[in-house]
């Protein structure tokens, strides 16, 4: 009997699942990739016979390059100074080691099915090539929190000292600046940039932007004031059994104004790339860049893994008119690859001491990219958090150095979780991990008793990680808000003959792994663009 097409993409599907069919139905060209999903970088599948590129990381901008240069025929190898694939995308469980330059070594111990996303966390919904390789690779998204309004603020200015819900802080501010902007609408002497209809559509607006409520019902023309009125900020008793409970009597103006809690934690969930929920993958970040390894090759047996020669440290890079030489460190040994073209993800803080024979220009651009350095800290703990304070996912933020609390966003009602207990960027994290790791674990205690009492004796197993302190990472990502960047950048973006960059740390999502795409692709055009320089446009 002939085997119907649908017949066997459902036998497929029970063997690999939806990922399998759709490569199935992909590799005999019966199904062109939707044009919504980002995830399909057009390159004839041929197109790349007979050309070797070596690849420099497997973290998942190297990946990323290797997967979608395989599919389109050409030879990759990837090398990867340490043991292990995903780069910066490092999600800790028990019996996971890992060692910073000049630190003690560390073990994780958490309980079984317990994990620390030690390095990204969380994928915002417009990630669109994260999200698409996602789909393509069955990998499962469940949501992150990102805010919720039971988290905690604390402000160590002395007018605030308190631990408050962000509620609180938030709608009490957001009623006080409506009531200040109904006044202001009420002076003819101000001469409000606006029309008299749209001013009445504004006095409205502000009625709901902050709670207000009517200082005297009988006339239209006064002002509105804040007192929240329906409870946005919380209660002080709450609604019972025929009893409408009792508002909270808000926050003064100025003791939020002088608590400084506005600069910035209460309005982080207004970045495009927070918002109050994003995604995580189901059962750690890990889940993302695996996908990745477990793709079986286009043109021989094996996965996208057996491609990457691990405990291999590149050393110098010498680009030449028709190959790329590549003269690394295998396991101690000294090694040469010789290569069609060379598509480098090494951290610019590294590559930038490496020899190469790259224009000056480029490798001073590449000493001047700003680096930033990022450090985190993670305890396992009974859900303390849940029980005593109502918390379920989302983040808490403190003035002091830890700077923020991660509570998990799923597991809920568990007897354990896994918290962020820290993490910072920048100067701060630079302080923070030149401390030994014992020192660091102290800090994050205390500073997490202010913020929730009786955490010292809650939280156990704690890590410390300083990205800035790892060998091969030398930071935690590229700081496109100082002026260095976006010039170095233009520079660092430009092929060098066979020889591209890649990695976040040369887009606009620096720090973000659909920056890691991005580039990836970047590079697999600027190579296709050079293999076949009339090709696809
Ligand atoms: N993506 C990381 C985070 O969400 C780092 C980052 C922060 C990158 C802010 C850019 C801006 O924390």
């Known amino acids: ?35 919504a999903m980002a995830a399909s970088l057009a390159l004839p599948r041929e197109s790349g016979q007979g050309k070797t590129v070596a690849i420099l990381g497997a973290g998942v901008s190297g990946l990323c ?76 998204l469940e949501p992150y929190i990102f805010a919720s309004r039971a988290n905690l603020i604390r402000s160590g200015t002395p007018e605030a000292g308190k631990t408050r819900p962000v509620r609180e802080a938030y709608h009490s501010l957001q009623g006080h600046v409506a009531e200040l902007l109904d006044k202001c609408s009420r002076r003819p002497e101000l001469e409000l940039p606006i029309g008299k209809d749209d001013l009445e559509k504004l006095q409205e607006m502000l009625v709901q932007f902050g709670d207000l409520s009517p200082a005297d019902r009988s006339s239209k023309n006064t002002a ?52 109050t929920s994003l995604m995580q993958p189901t059962g750690g970040m890990d889940m993302f860049f695996k996908g990745f390894l477990r793709q079986p090759l ?41 290569a069609d073209y060379c598509v480098s993800t090494i951290p610019m803080s590294i590559f930038r001491n490496m020899k190469t024979n790259l224009p000056a220009p480029f490798m001073e651009a590449a000493k001047k990219l700003p680096i930033m ?30 700077d923020q609390i991660w509570y998990p966003s799923s597991g809920y009602l568990s007897a354990t979780g896994v918290l962020t207990g820290a993490y910072m960027r920048g100067d701060a994290a630079v302080e923070f991990n030149k401390r030994p790791v014992a020192d660091r674990l102290r ?72 920056g890691a795409l991005l580039a990836a692709w970047h590079a697999v055009a600027a190579i296709d663009k050079q293999v076949r320089p009339a090709g696809g446009g």
């Open 1 to 35: 009997m002939p085997m119907t097409r649908r017949g066997m993409l459902r036998g497929m599907a029970r063997l690999g699942g939806a990922g399998a069919v759709y490569e199935t139905l992909a590799a005999w060209d019966f199904l062109k990739p939707p044009p």
């Open 65 to 140: 390059t290797a997967y979608e240069l395989d599919r389109a025929g050409y030879t990759c190898i990837i090398l990867e100074p340490t043991r292990r694939a995903g780069g910066r995308s490092l999600t800790l469980r028990r019996g996971d080691r890992f060692q910073e330059m000049g630190h003690d070594a560390q073990e994780c111990t958490f309980d079984d099915g317990q994990y620390l996303n030690a390095g990204p966390g969380r994928i915002p919904h417009h990630h669109v090539h994260v999200i698409d390789y996602c789909r393509r690779f069955n990998v499962a």
């Open 224 to 275: 509105y004031s804040y007192k929240n009125q329906h409870a946005r900020a919380g209660y002080e008793r709450p609604p019972g059994v025929a009893d409408p409970g009792k508002p909270l009597s808000p926050l003064k103006l100025e003791e939020i104004l002088r608590s400084n809690v506005w600069d910035d934690w209460l309005f982080r969930d207004g970045e495009v790339y927070w918002q």
């Open 298 to 338: 286009s043109r021989q047996l094996g996965t996208l893994e057996g491609l990457i020669r691990y405990g291999a440290k590149a050393t110098e890079i010498d680009v030449q008119g028709d190959r790329v030489r590549i003269n690394y460190v295998d396991s101690g040994t000294p090694r040469t690859l010789d």
């Open 373 to 402: 350095a990022a450090g985190k800290v993670g305890w396992q703990a009974p859900r303390f958090w849940e029980i005593d304070a109502n918390i379920y996912g989302g983040i808490s933020w403190t003035s002091e150095t830890i």
């Open 443 to 514: 800090i994050a205690r205390q500073q997490g008793e202010r913020l929730h009492p009786g955490y010292t004796q809650h939280v156990q197993h704690g890590l410390a990680i300083g990205w800035n302190n790892m060998e091969f990472q030398q930071g935690g990502w590229a700081d496109e808000d100082a002026g260095d960047f976006g010039p170095n950048v233009q520079v660092l973006a430009q092929p060098q003959g066979r020889f591209i960059v890649a990695g976040d740390h040369i887009t606009f999502w620096s720090g973000w792994q659909e």
